[in-house]
Structure formats: C-alpha cells, structure tokens
C-alpha cells in the first residue's frame, strides 16, 4: 500500500478558492458565508478550511487504493464511522444545551430582558 501525499497548505488554498462562487460546494458556502467579515477572521477560517482539504485529500486517496472487505478498508471504515458518531453526539449536546439556554431564559423573562 503507497502512502497517501499530503497536499500542501497553499495547494489546499487554492482547491477551495478555486470553489469561491460554486455554491454547491462547501468551500463555496464557506466563502458565501464569510463574505463580509474582517480580512482576519477570514484567513483565520481559511486556514481550518485548508486543512480540512488536506486530510480530506489525504483520506480519499488512501480509501481508493484500499479494496473493498479487507481488513485495512474495513478498519478504515469503522474509524470514520466512531468519527461520525462522536461528532454527531457532540453536535446534538450542544443543541440541547443551547435549547435548555433557551427555555430558561423564557422561563425566567419576566419582561425586563435576560442575561443569556
């Protein structure tokens, strides 16, 4: 098995710029969305979104080169899979922590604002 090539920080930056007014894809939404904030907190995003591009690269041409029900593939798969999970469960703890913000907040307004 060859080792997948890790694409470079600037080879990644320009996948996605590449991608700014395609809105279907998601650097394309990302650029969508950031389009009118501050030079710095955009490099900032675009840094995260560059090295999502790199590991993404790096991820899909390693699971290519794998055949599909061997041990390394199946491996490889059940790792993505405890990634989605984790995700997923810390995304859905958040959305109930921001939902119990919520209530409280509604639940404690008494007309005179709130400090959530």
């Given at each position: 098995?060859?080792?997948?090539?890790?694409?470079?920080?600037?080879e990644?930056?320009?996948?996605?710029?590449?991608q700014?007014?395609?809105?279907s894809s998601g650097?394309?939404?990302?650029?969508?969305?950031?389009?009118?904030?501050?030079?710095?907190?955009l490099?900032?995003?675009e840094?995260?979104?560059?090295?999502m591009?790199?590991?993404?690269?790096?991820?899909?041409?390693?699971?290519?080169?794998?055949?599909?029900?061997?041990?390394?593939?199946?491996?490889?798969?059940?790792?993505?899979?405890?990634?989605?999970?984790?995700?997923?469960?810390?995304?859905?703890?958040?959305?109930?922590?921001?939902?119990?913000?919520?209530?409280?907040?509604v639940?404690?307004?008494?007309?005179?604002?709130?400090?959530?």
């Amino acid at each position: 098995m060859k080792k997948a090539k890790l694409i470079t920080k600037d080879e990644a930056l320009k996948i996605a710029r590449a991608q700014k007014g395609n809105l279907s894809s998601g650097s394309g939404m990302f650029y969508n969305l950031l389009e009118n904030a501050d030079p710095a907190l955009l490099k900032f995003f675009e840094e995260k979104l560059a090295t999502m591009i790199q590991v993404g690269t790096a991820m899909g041409e390693h699971m290519a080169g794998l055949k599909p029900g061997t041990p390394e593939h199946n491996q490889m798969l059940n790792q993505l899979h405890k990634i989605s999970q984790q995700t997923t469960f810390a995304g859905k703890r958040q959305q109930g922590q921001a939902e119990e913000a919520i209530k409280r907040t509604v639940k404690d307004d008494d007309g005179g604002g709130s400090d959530v």
